[in-house]
């Protein structure tokens, strides 16, 4: 998890865009939105969140091969607190481990 997040970034996500598709109502929690197609806006408070997303080639590591999600995150009328709030909860819904 980050310190603090900017009002615009980018982030490539080791997940196919089904399995995206499938996290992404928890991730956003109590958050009204709504998806058409590779995009999502969600309402947080006052401001708004867009996603737009896209599938990149597979990342390839010796025999293994991950799926790659580019993900652009733009907020709008947020300030970082309230970024980090919300991306802090989204964060941990869309965290996988092993072990």
Do not use: H, K
């Not at 996603?51 to 080639?57: E, G, N, T």
Request: include cysteine.
């Amino acid at each position: 998890m980050q310190s603090s997040y900017a009002a615009r970034f980018e982030r490539d996500m080791g997940c196919t865009e089904s399995e995206w598709l499938g996290w992404l109502p928890a991730a956003m929690g109590l958050c009204p939105w709504q998806q058409s197609q590779q995009t999502a806006q969600a309402t947080i408070g006052a401001g708004t969140l867009q996603l737009c997303w896209q599938v990149m080639p597979p990342r390839v590591i010796a025999l293994m091969r991950m799926p790659v999600l580019r993900v652009n995150f733009e907020f709008q009328n947020l300030n970082a607190d309230e970024r980090y709030s919300f991306m802090r909860r989204f964060d941990l819904y869309m965290q996988r481990g092993g072990g």
